[in-house]
């Protein structure tokens, strides 16, 4: 087909698009496939500066409603980065492939959502949204669109598992051959290698202070509940709070979590019952928890063990053996089964190659909301702490009112999806 002609077939066949993105149309500025992708990182305080300087592409704007985060990385970037205080102003430019959404997760599904409508790709970080709704919606908006997404974690295709000691991989392996048996428990804990931080808990009593000229509080806040200002609720404090985050578990959850929601085959669905063991939470600051249990309907769990009281537990055990850090194992042989095994079915693993070939990357909106459903599900339990009904097709509670209340949270006005 001659480029003109698909030029026009295409027009008619992506008018969903508000602005079609350079990889997938060409024309005047157009980048081969052989070259660099370009990106754009919003919010670059933290996470934001490996998005900006770390992660592949080439920059060509940063963006951030705090001056001084924002001029302290325009000042390390080359000189045609551009920065904006309005992400909106970032979606219209036509020469960005990537955008990498880096803000606190208030933000996260808004954002992805304005990018995906905008043609972009979408390399967002953990958690993906703050809410089981907002997860729903964007799965919804970025597949309408056509848009490729990421969430940035990894360790489900790539890199130690934590404190495990090896790659999930081998474990993925483990479990899918059935050496373990079935149903399995898994159980999350400092001695199985992984730490919940709990200093990510917010404080109680926030006295207003006056706002720092170089932030844009009311934009830092956006979708979410207007409250008085105080350092501590923004930037390297906000996970402390229910409105931004979850605390310790919001921060680590969806790594911890995502590459065991993989192991166990459950990216289509979610746990049936979710309880949690912790102390009275406050309303607007996170606390800290003692356990969650989340159980399927197939009878695997997931132990989440915030005081580390089963510190002698494998981090997975089945009917016919278990599994603990570093591959030990009372399963005779493993080394030599594992090398006879199959290995698992394989995955686009590499970005830049899901956005110029259109293929859905590893961890994508789809299993990414499931796993970070699995963060939502254990914060509405800590912050209920009692046992909840779920059911993961309609993605609801089964009679519970004030469960389903915290699945919804709107946002505040005038910010829809």
């Known amino acids: 087909m001659k480029r003109r002609q698909f030029l026009k077939k295409s027009a008619l066949t992506l008018t969903a698009f508000s602005i079609v993105p350079r990889y997938v149309l060409g024309g005047d500025g157009y980048t081969p496939p052989s070259d660099v992708l370009t990106k754009a990182v919003i919010g670059v305080g933290g996470m934001g500066q490996w998005h900006a300087f770390g992660a592949p592409g080439k920059l060509l704007a940063v963006c951030d409603v705090d001056e001084k985060h924002l001029q302290n990385t325009l000042n390390k970037a080359a000189p045609e980065v551009r920065g904006y205080k309005d992400f909106r102003q970032v979606l219209q430019r036509d020469d960005i ?29 953990k958690p993906m949204t703050r809410t089981i709704w907002e997860g729903r919606e964007l799965v919804k908006i970025v597949q309408e669109q056509g848009a490729v997404f990421r969430i940035n974690t990894w360790f489900r295709f790539s890199g130690i ?16 051959n059935r050496l373990l048996g079935w149903p399995l428990k898994v159980v ?3 001695a199985t290698g992984f730490k919940w931080k709990f200093y990510w808990s917010g404080k109680t009593h926030l006295t207003p202070q006056w706002i720092p000229p170089e932030l844009d509080y009311n934009f ?31 921060d680590m959850g969806q790594h911890y979590l995502d590459p065991i929601q993989y192991i166990l085959e459950k990216d289509d669905t979610g746990p049936v019952e979710i309880e949690a063991d912790a102390p009275q939470q406050h309303p607007d600051a996170v606390g800290s928890w003692r356990l969650i249990r989340l159980k399927y309907a197939d009878g695997c769990q997931i132990i989440l063990d915030g005081e580390n009281r089963y510190y002698d537990a494998p981090f997975i055990e ?28 394989p995955q686009v693993t590499d970005f830049h190659q899901a956005v110029r070939e259109r293929l ?28 909840l009904i779920f059911d993961p097709q309609k993605q609801r509670f089964i009679n519970d009112d004030a469960a389903n209340q915290m699945i919804y949270e709107p946002f505040r006005s005038p910010w829809k999806f």
């Open 318 to 345: 089945g009917p016919k053996g278990k599994l603990y850090p570093n591959l030990k194992s009372d399963i005779p042989d493993l080394e030599k089964k594992l090398k006879q095994l199959p290995d698992p079915e």
């Open 97 to 125: 492939d990537i955008i990498h959404v880096a803000t606190p997760p208030h933000w996260h599904g808004l954002i992805s959502a304005y990018a995906a409508r905008a043609g972009k790709a979408v390399w967002c970080e």
């Open 188 to 190: 999350v804990n400092a």
């Open 360 to 387: 859905k990357f590893a961890l994508n909106e789809q299993n990414g909301h499931r796993s970070a459903s699995l963060v939502n599900l254990a914060k509405i339990a800590v912050r209920l702490r009692r046992k």
């Open 161 to 176: 598992f934590y404190g495990f000691g090896t790659p999930v991989k081998p474990i993925k392996k483990i479990v899918q």
């Open 220 to 250: 830092w806040l956006g979708p979410a509940p207007y409250k008085p200002y105080n350092p501590h609720r923004v930037h390297r404090t906000f996970r402390g709070y229910w409105d931004y985050d979850g605390g310790g578990l919001g």
